[in-house]
């Protein structure tokens, strides 16, 4: 009988080095997802028993998303068709119309009496799509925003993002984003 060779054992020390060196590179090399969404404050929670302050009918701008994703805004009832584009957006008159109803400080029977008094009622049905939520979410986001820009170019000569925190919120006071999801009881 011949000799009988042993087989050479594997030196193990390097698996724990290329083991982390995997670990490493695949944790920097992937991709975590972000979450998207609107930036919301929530109301507090009501107290119970709590009536709805009743507002002026002249105070709500009102925006009706239907299942079929068709448009309709307008004060107290709304009755005027919000344009769709064919490319599926909105038109920019739903912007312009929140612009002005909230900016008008009644100087018009059909507008709010002041930014601070006008509300967006946006209320739509169960089978609206999501994406046509947040191209409405957007067009009101917009709106403010524009109104925050002109008044503080209007009060301090630069855009609203280049003011300072207090400047910031003299603004966002004189013009409060004011959307509400909930039914609205008017008068």
């Not at 524009?146 to 003011?163: A, C, I, T, V």
Request: aromatic share 6%; glycine share 6%; proline share 4%.
């Amino acid at each position: 009988m011949g000799k009988r060779r042993d087989l050479p054992e594997i030196n193990a020390g390097s698996m724990a080095d290329i083991a982390f060196l995997l670990l490493i590179f695949f944790l920097v090399t992937t991709t975590m997802d972000v979450d998207s969404g609107i930036s919301r404050k929530l109301p507090p929670m009501p107290e119970e028993n709590i009536e709805t302050p009743e507002i002026h009918k002249k105070n709500i701008f009102v925006v009706l998303i239907n299942k079929n994703d068709k448009v309709l805004a307008g004060i107290g009832s709304p009755s005027n068709m919000v344009e769709i584009n064919g490319d599926g957006s909105i038109s920019s008159s739903l912007k312009e119309s929140v612009k002005e109803f909230v900016s008008n400080n009644g100087r018009s029977d059909n507008s709010s009496e002041s930014p601070d008094k006008a509300v967006v009622s946006l209320q739509n049905q169960e089978g609206t799509s999501y994406d046509m939520y947040i191209q409405i979410q957007n067009e009101l986001t917009k709106a403010y925003n524009e109104l925050r820009d002109e008044k503080s170019n209007q009060d301090y000569g630069k855009d609203f993002d280049k003011l300072d925190a207090d400047e910031q919120k003299l603004v966002k006071k004189y013009f409060p984003m004011k959307v509400s999801e909930a039914e609205t009881k008017s008068n």
